[in-house]
């Protein structure tokens, strides 16, 4: 057990302890406390349509699963036999039918995880094996909540509410659905799936890292650059990695905010004004018009954010309509699946670019993220030698403008999401009451 003094000494204002990224105690610890604690992504109820749909995923360490019960809500239930513990539904996505059963015994559960059955329960007789005894049914998770079809859960009775928890984040998927002319989103097909040989931290902290874009994907935005001057123009494919070329100059003016928790948002870096120039956002904006007019879709439209930040879950990104859900699985190993959207209603073509821009920026095969998971790794390798113990979060600190609710940076180079991020996980890991943390001041 790690003290808390020891955990408090390991966050500074302007720095953090390297054992914050490689000691297997504080990821154990952060299971529990962050992980065990927070509001986490589960997925979206388009992924369980009808009775008994279910999706599996896993909540920090802990494996889980939704299921679309009989009565039409959304469970969130530990994926767990309450005979003799056996993981009871497998990998993936499908339909459990009218209840579960379980592979090993055969014990069934109905779809909100109360016990349905055991066979040949003449065995049972003058023992205390009670099916209405809640020791007989699978758990589930403290609390569920959901935002606009987004599925969160919180394994603490305790807490703020989910609406309180997103904070200054939930407008980011407020917009992801009104880009939709009927305000709803869906998944599409599978996930992305990357997996990083890094803690799970230092992703949160290079998606609004834009100190690294040019220097990091110096190789795809000068091949995105040279295509471009070969054929005369620049189109969506080869802009979207352009963009990181950007000089100094230009990623200093831009605004980054810092919520409680360790949430925020980045503005965005492709010129909105091209976007309406250009066809799929014109019968983007013409379809949403016709829908909630003309002034309303502009303001929708025009929200030009780059990556959202909601800690502990992962990066939805509304404008590209993705969600990047980031699940650690070691001190040393995280894996991220990334979730497609299509805003129902749209044109075809939005969903077309949504693909585009994931095939070609974070996909397994892109040219842009192998760069990033690279650093990661020599992140983790660094750290892991005896070379120094602190890692620097000084750019710009104490230069930022506190708000009621968080701050925003005075510069777009800041390193204050960072150290909003390491001021929510040091509340986490401090706090005495579960929920509390979340209220992180930045
Ligand atoms: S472990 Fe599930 S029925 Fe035995
Ligand atoms: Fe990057």
């Known amino acids: 057990m790690i003290a808390d003094d020891e955990l408090a000494a390991l966050v500074r204002p302007d720095s953090v302890n390297k054992r914050v990224y490689t000691d297997p105690a504080i990821f154990a610890l952060e299971m529990e406390r962050i992980y065990g604690r927070a509001w986490i992504y589960v ?260 929200m030009n954010r780059h990556n959202t930040i909601l800690y502990g879950s992962g990066s939805p990104h509304n404008v590209f309509q993705q969600f990047r859900v980031i699940r650690p699985l070691a001190v040393d190993r995280t894996l991220i699946e990334i979730q497609l959207f299509r805003c129902k209603g749209a044109p075809d073509a939005v969903f077309d670019r949504a693909l585009t821009y994931a095939n070609l920026i974070n996909s397994p095969s892109s040219n842009v993220m192998p760069d990033d998971v690279e650093l990661y790794r020599r992140c983790q390798q660094g750290n892991n030698t005896r070379g120094g113990e602190w890692v620097s979060l000084h750019r710009y600190a104490g230069t930022d403008r506190m708000l009621p609710d968080g701050a925003v940076s005075t510069n777009g180079t800041s390193e204050l999401p960072m150290r909003n991020q390491f001021a929510a996980w040091r509340e986490y890991m401090l706090a005495d009451v579960p929920g509390e943390a979340a209220h992180a001041a930045a």
């Not at 009989?70 to 969130?76: P, Q, R, S, T």
């Not at 834009?210 to 620049?234: L, W």
Request: glycine fraction near 12%; aromatic fraction near 10%.
């Open 43 to 302: 997925g979206h109820d388009s992924q369980v349509p009808n009775t008994g749909d279910y999706h599996t995923t896993r909540l920090g360490d802990q494996d889980v699963v939704m299921v679309r019960a009989a009565d039409g809500a959304v469970k969130v239930l530990y994926n767990r036999c309450p005979h003799k513990g056996a993981k009871l539904v497998s990998e993936g996505d499908g339909c459990a039918g009218k209840f579960f059963r379980c592979p090993y015994h055969a014990w069934t559960f109905k779809l909100d995880g109360t016990h349905l059955g055991a066979p040949m329960r003449d065995g049972f007789e003058g023992t205390a094996y009670d099916p209405t005894n809640p020791q007989f049914s699978m758990a589930p998770v403290a609390r569920v909540d959901s935002y606009r079809g987004f599925v969160f859960a919180s394994q603490s009775a305790e807490g703020p509410s989910l609406r309180d928890f997103l904070g200054g984040v939930a407008s980011s998927i407020d917009n992801l659905c009104d880009r939709s002319p009927v305000g709803e989103v869906e998944v599409v097909g599978g996930v992305f799936r990357v997996l990083q040989e890094s803690n799970w931290k230092v992703f949160y902290e290079n998606l609004h890292d834009t100190m690294h874009a040019r220097v990091t994907h110096e190789s795809s935005f000068r091949a995105a650059r040279d295509e471009a001057a070969a054929i005369g123009e620049m189109p969506f494919e080869l802009l979207i990695q352009d963009g990181n070329g950007e000089p100094y100059t230009f990623w200093e003016k831009l605004e980054l905010r810092a919520y409680r928790g360790g949430h925020g948002y980045m503005e965005g870096i492709f010129d909105p004004g091209a976007a309406t120039r250009d066809p799929v956002a014109r019968a983007h904006f013409e379809c949403l018009s016709e829908a909630v007019g003309e002034e309303r879709a502009r303001e929708v439209l025009g």
